[in-house]
């Protein structure tokens, strides 16, 4: 797991709570505040899963390069809340992604519709993204603009 960007979202207390939740279910977890150690390729080919908890930030291209390919070469990726308004710079990135950041009104309170038919009503930003087309869609939510 590894976190940093804008303090406004606590990337550090948020990636905290993420690696308590993944250790409970068994996960051996790493944490760091770089996305350095993906560049090392012994590294990055024993991991399962990745955990970006950024936003608001940007990084050189040889770690986002390095974590796009980690992932190309079948690491997962879990990525967490502002992911998609982080590294805009990085091509790579954004289509590892398959989406990206558009912005989001003030907090309040919608609901999100699951593929499998659930739904639940939730209060936070709503994101507002530019999807591939492509991406299959595990929810959504209905546009609240007002």
Do not use: K
Not at 71 to 93: K, N
Not at 98 to 114: A, K, T, Y
Request: one cysteine or more; charged letters at 20%.
């Amino acid at each position: 797991m590894t976190y940093g960007g804008w303090a406004g979202h606590d990337p550090a207390g948020c990636a905290a709570w993420c690696s308590a939740f993944l250790r409970a279910r068994g996960f051996v977890v790493d944490l760091t505040d770089t996305l350095d150690p993906l560049t090392d390729p012994g590294y990055a080919a024993g991991l399962d899963l990745v955990v970006p908890v950024w936003s608001l930030a940007d990084a050189p291209a040889a770690p986002l390069d390095a974590l796009v390919g980690a992932v190309s070469a079948g690491v997962g990726l879990a990525a967490v809340h502002g992911a998609a308004a982080a590294f805009d710079a990085h091509r790579g990135y954004r289509r590892m992604l398959g989406g990206s950041f558009v912005w989001h009104p003030e907090e309040r309170e919608f609901v999100v519709d699951c593929a499998g038919g659930d739904s639940f009503r939730i209060f936070t930003e709503q994101y507002h993204l530019h999807v591939d087309p492509a991406n299959e869609m595990v929810a959504r939510t209905r546009l609240c603009d007002g």
